[in-house]
């Protein structure tokens, strides 16, 4: 035997993992726009293979076994309708994006950390009501201290994000990579500027 048989029977092309499909609800839009919905392409083909869901659009790439060639799918739709949660997770990434990844006292981006308006120090509690980001530096400032000894403002009051509303700030920030096909399925819903 040669050395190539385990290439020969045991290959994963490297370009078909940059294949995902975008996942779409019954009622076509994204199961969700922050992270975006997205499949591995061998998902999407077995969920149509298992008849779970339609395929709308597609790649040029293709896939083979011995009896069968199948287009990848780029963009799926649930044949069964998915209920949104209403209840939203109080998590760190769900916090950064109700606070538009942005320190709440001087608007900077990046090197984000979490602050508790009322200091847990004063008896303030970890909630979507006293927790805001902040940059190291601010949060640094602001120490243990209370805003106003501190003198420091807030952007705007932390508050319990809504479903609804924390997805439509995740369509406010679209990942880095957008393949074409999924373009007419993203932002149809989106109001139009005059």
């Not at 392409?41 to 149509?48: F, G, I, L, N, T």
């Not at 990848?72 to 949660?85: C, F, G, H, R, T």
């Not at 981006?109 to 601010?138: K, Y």
């Amino acid at each position: 035997m040669d050395g190539d048989f385990r290439t020969e029977f045991v290959r994963e092309p490297a370009a078909l993992k940059q294949h995902p499909a975008l996942v779409l609800n019954a009622d076509y839009r994204p199961l969700s726009y922050y992270p975006l919905s997205l499949w591995p392409w061998q998902e999407a083909v077995k969920a149509a293979w298992l008849n779970r869901v339609d395929i709308v659009a597609e790649y040029d790439t293709f896939v083979r076994s011995p009896s069968t060639r199948i287009r990848i799918p780029s963009v799926v739709v649930l044949k069964d309708y998915v209920k949104p949660q209403k209840r939203v997770a109080f998590t760190r990434f769900n916090l950064f994006l109700r606070d538009e990844f942005a320190c709440q006292y001087c608007g900077a981006r990046g090197d984000l950390t979490f602050d508790h308006v009322v200091p847990r120090a004063s008896g303030g509690i970890t909630s979507w009501e006293n927790v805001v980001a902040a940059c190291s530096p601010c949060n640094l400032r602001k120490g243990s201290n209370s805003l106003r000894r501190a003198g420091m403002n807030l952007r705007k009051p932390p508050r319990a994000p809504g479903a609804e509303e924390l997805r439509n700030m995740g369509r406010r920030f679209p990942p880095n990579h957008l393949h074409e096909s999924w373009m007419d399925y993203l932002y149809w819903d989106a109001e139009l500027e005059a």
